[in-house]
């Protein structure tokens, strides 16, 4: 991100201002939020909530650089992780850009698991998209604040990922690209 010159001194660009986590341990999340699934289906985020936690992210899928960073550096903790994805947490990624579609969510969860190397997995992994007003309410109740960067072209935010119980209350927030194993274990 390019800084601003103002004289010989640069100013911090406004959008970071409006970007960052605002913890809501133990809040629930609206589990009856709609969005679509990768195959374009209709689905309430409860769905995913059931008999194991839900590690959560809200990322967006044509992210140019942060995203993808973190996303192949939570593969690289999930693929050597004694835990499957879909075994003992199900993996949810919710697109917080409200112009991306469904087979893009669905080309994305494709290439991750085909670098996870466990195809047996599938049925653990959902990527949603929806609808601005969803997704906002989402990182409301997550406390994910981000922001349009009309310089850059692209959404501002921060890298972190969220572990959920199975009621939707918010449990451990995982901040930065790399979770730790013991950590992860720890918090699902």
Same mark, same amino acid.
């Given at each position: 991100?390019?800084?601003?010159?103002?004289?010989?001194?640069?100013?911090?660009?406004?959008?970071?201002?409006?970007?960052?986590?605002?913890?809501?341990?133990?809040?629930?999340?609206?589990?009856?939020?709609?969005?679509?699934?990768?195959?374009?289906?209709?689905?309430?985020?409860?769905?995913?909530?059931?008999?194991? =936690?839900?590690?959560?992210?809200?990322?967006?899928?044509?992210?140019?650089?942060?995203?993808?960073?973190?996303?192949?550096?939570?593969?690289?903790?999930?693929?050597?992780?004694?835990?499957?994805?879909?075994?003992?947490?199900?993996?949810?990624?919710?697109?917080?850009? =409200?112009?991306?579609? =469904?087979?893009?969510?669905?080309?994305?969860?494709?290439?991750?698991?085909?670098?996870?190397?466990?195809?047996?997995?599938?049925?653990?992994?959902?990527?949603?998209?929806?609808?601005?007003?969803?997704?906002?309410?989402?990182?409301?109740?997550?406390?994910?604040?981000?922001?349009?960067?009309?310089?850059?072209?692209?959404?501002?935010?921060?890298?972190?990922?969220?572990?959920?119980?199975?009621?939707?209350?918010?449990?451990?927030?995982?901040?930065?690209?790399?979770?730790? =194993?013991?950590?992860?274990?720890?918090?699902?």
């Amino acid at each position: 991100m390019a800084l601003q010159k103002d004289g010989l001194k640069n100013k911090r660009p406004v959008v970071l201002d409006k970007i960052g986590i605002e913890e809501h341990l133990g809040e629930k999340i609206d589990l009856n939020l709609p969005f679509k699934d990768e195959t374009g289906t209709d689905v309430k985020l409860g769905k995913y909530f059931t008999d194991k =936690p839900v590690f959560l992210l809200l990322i967006f899928y044509e992210c140019p650089i942060l995203c993808n960073l973190h996303l192949n550096a939570l593969i690289d903790t999930f693929r050597d992780f004694e835990w499957e994805i879909g075994d003992k947490f199900e993996l949810v990624a919710v697109s917080i850009d =409200p112009d991306e579609s =469904p087979m893009l969510a669905k080309n994305k969860v494709d290439s991750y698991i085909k670098s996870y190397g466990k195809p047996h997995t599938r049925k653990g992994w959902h990527f949603l998209t929806g609808e601005e007003k969803n997704i906002k309410a989402l990182a409301n109740q997550i406390g994910f604040k981000y922001a349009w960067d009309q310089a850059q072209q692209q959404w501002a935010h921060t890298a972190a990922g969220y572990v959920l119980t199975t009621e939707g209350a918010i449990s451990y927030y995982h901040y930065g690209l790399q979770v730790e =194993p013991k950590v992860l274990r720890l918090s699902l």
